[in-house]
């Protein structure tokens, strides 16, 4: 992947440097055009991005098209940002972590299963930092554990089915 200069998402083989696809430009409403967190579902077929701290919106294209399929928002009131993606080992979940210390997750279609975690609002959350959370990992195989990483070295984990 290559975000370059002139703003513009590429897929480039590595061997060649040759590109091998342009995916269809992000909507650019604010700050940077181009995603800082990607992630790449299992399969190859999807690639989900985000813009850290500018945005609280995740855009998930085909990589096989290039296009944008689908928008997905993590807080539509608040625009709490996107700091880390992570699509589960069968590619049927997607995590997103924010900075305001919780995780969105969604199954492959976009619809929303459910918040982890709470937003921090007095520093006494259980994912109290100022990066918010920065990596992301479900539990293989069954995919129903969720582990979230911040910057203060503190993991948590969560039953994506129960919440807790």
Same mark, same amino acid.
């Given at each position: ?24 430009? !992000? ?6 055009? #181009? ?25 998930? !294209? ?24 992570? #699509? ?69 984990? !969560? ?6």
């Amino acid at each position: 992947m290559n975000s370059s200069r002139e703003k513009r998402l590429l897929l480039l083989d590595t061997s060649t440097g040759r590109r091998i696809r342009e995916f269809e430009p !992000w909507p650019s409403a604010v700050g940077a055009d #181009f995603p800082s967190e990607l992630a790449f579902s299992p399969d190859g077929k999807l690639l989900a991005g985000a813009r850290k701290y500018i945005s609280s919106d995740v855009h998930i !294209w085909d990589v096989e098209t290039g296009k944008r399929l689908r928008q997905l928002t993590v807080d539509k009131e608040e625009w709490d940002s996107v700091t880390s993606l992570a #699509f589960s080992g069968d590619g049927k979940l997607l995590a997103a972590g924010t900075d305001a210390h919780y995780v969105m997750v969604w199954d492959a279609q976009g619809n929303l299963i459910g918040r982890l975690g709470r937003k921090e609002t007095s520093g006494s959350d259980d994912m109290s930092s100022d990066g918010g959370i920065t990596c992301l990992a479900f539990r293989p195989p069954a995919n129903k554990v969720l582990a979230a990483g911040n910057d203060e070295n503190t993991i948590t984990m !969560w039953d994506v089915n129960t919440r807790e």
